[in-house]
Every structure is written in C-alpha cells, then in structure tokens.
C-alpha cells in the first residue's frame, strides 16, 4: 500500500476543471495506474482511495490511498508545477509505503485522524415506499452518523471522549433526550460541500446529475481492533467512494 500527496496548483485551469467535478477528478485518479483496469473487482480487497483537503484557498492537497505505486505525471501537467518538477527528486508529488503505519497499530493506541465522507441515512417519506438515500443536512446529525456505536465498532476504532475540564458543559450534551455531541467527544465537523455534478457527458438530463453532500471529520480515536482499522484506513468507510469520500488519515496526537 502507498499513501501519495500532491499539491493543486488553483491558478491553473487544469486543476480549477478538476476540482469543480468529482467525476473528472476520479478519472484522472485512476489514470495514474497503468496496470490497473476499470473493471477491477476492487470489494473485497485493497481499493483506490482519494480525498481533497481544502486548507486554504491556494492549498488543495490531493490524497491517494492504493496498493501500487501512483504515476501522476499527468496531473503534475494539468494541474500541478511541470517547470519545477523537471528535476527528478522532486517529480511534483509525494508518494511513500503505508505499510510502516499500517503495521504498527495496536489497541489502546490513540491518533489524531482526518476523514472526508458522505453522511447519509435511509428515509421512507410515505408508508409502503422504498427508502431514500438522503444526506444529513445538520452538523449534529453529521456528527452522530461517524459516532454510531455499529459504524465505529465495525471501523476498528472508539472516538475519545474530551476530558470534562475541557466541556463546555458537564455532561457535554445540550439536551438529554436529544443530545448535542459537539462538546462530549474530541471531534469536530467542518467544510460541508454540496457536489452536483454531471456523471457522464449528457448534461442535459436531470437523472444524470449526481448530487453528493460531504463533510470532514476532524479528530481523536482511539484504535480498539487494529485488523478492523487496517481495513477502514485501505478499503474507506461510507459511501460515494469515487467522488472522493471515504479516506481516513492518521497523525500522531500532538502535545499540548
């Protein structure tokens, strides 16, 4: 496995076409990967992975998760700094084996983690109807969709608790029957976007827009099943994989 990091460079209209669609952006992914081909069962195994982290207005930063080696010269030509990566050490992008991190998990261990992801739950609007797919629209509801006792359990991990001299409240909640998990857990939700977009060329139909509504995780977890986790940090967790959710990162918590 390979953990990949390349910079957009915004002032480009390469990379401006790139990021105003999720769909053109996982193409140009998965084009960085000679060997692999579209129709790869990718399931039950380790899978391509891709996330956007927006930091500021002239730093976008794309990341990839895959189980070889990406070759993203042609992003370094669309979207990227060509003239400075005319030299080989520096070919426009970063690219380093997980396996190192992957393998040292252990129980009990705590990190700091990153997720983009596609908050959703399943409605039925009248009886006798099939359920909908339908975002959460609200940072509460976003917030319990990841803190769901099943989701985290099957992810291999526990998000920390705040100390109680951290919270704002005693309890950390604003309501006991409808409880606001803001100040109980190490835990922030931030940069919701709204992603509608064509999914194929004919932009003229309204049943080929795709309408996708992500959020990112910000974070402290601790690691309760470290084969479970391995499993989150290759394969991603929730859905709209291909538009760039699902991509879970780890640092080491910093003091202080």
């Known amino acids: 496995m390979h953990l990949?990091?390349?910079?957009?460079?915004?002032?480009?209209?390469?990379?401006?076409?790139?990021?105003?669609s999720p769909q053109v952006l996982h193409a140009a992914?998965?084009?960085?990967?000679?060997?692999?081909?579209?129709?790869?069962d990718t399931t039950s195994g380790p899978r391509v992975l891709w996330r956007l982290d927006h930091n500021a207005r002239a730093e976008v930063l794309l990341y990839i998760v895959s189980p070889d080696r990406p070759d993203l010269t042609h992003l370094v030509e669309q979207a990227g700094w060509p003239a400075a990566a005319l030299d080989p050490e520096t070919p426009g992008w970063h690219t380093r084996p997980y396996a190192s991190l992957l393998d040292r998990l252990t129980t009990g261990e705590?990190?700091?983690?990153?997720?983009?992801?596609?908050?959703?739950?399943h409605i039925r609007r009248k009886d006798g109807e099939p359920t909908k797919a339908t975002a959460h629209i609200t940072p509460n509801h976003q917030m319990g969709?990841?803190?769901?006792?099943?989701?985290?359990?099957?992810?291999?991990?526990?998000?920390?608790?705040?100390p109680h001299d951290q919270r704002l409240l005693p309890a950390g909640t604003t309501h006991r029957q409808h409880p606001h998990h803001g100040d109980?857990?190490?835990l922030t939700v931030r940069d919701e976007r709204t992603l509608t977009f064509a999914k194929n060329r004919d932009t003229r139909s309204p049943r080929n827009q795709?309408?996708?509504?992500?959020?990112?995780?910000?974070?402290?977890?601790?690691?309760?099943?470290?084969?479970?986790?391995?499993?989150?940090?290759?394969?991603?967790?929730?859905?709209?994989?291909?538009?760039?959710?699902?991509?879970?990162?780890l640092a080491p918590i910093s003091a202080g």
């Not at 705590?110 to 739950?121: D, E, G, Q, V």
């Not at 940090?233 to 990162?249: E, N, P, S």
């Open 4 to 20: 990949t990091r390349f910079r957009m460079n915004t002032a480009r209209p390469g990379a401006r076409r790139l990021l105003a």
């Open 29 to 40: 992914v998965m084009a960085s990967f000679p060997h692999l081909l579209p129709t790869a």
């Open 110 to 121: 705590s990190w700091a983690f990153r997720l983009t992801a596609n908050p959703i739950h």
């Open 145 to 162: 969709w990841l803190l769901k006792s099943e989701r985290q359990e099957r992810a291999g991990f526990r998000i920390n608790e705040k």
């Open 184 to 186: 109980r857990y190490a």
């Open 210 to 249: 795709v309408k996708v509504v992500t959020v990112t995780y910000d974070g402290h977890l601790t690691v309760t099943d470290p084969d479970a986790l391995r499993r989150t940090l290759t394969q991603g967790i929730g859905k709209a994989k291909a538009y760039g959710c699902g991509l879970m990162t």
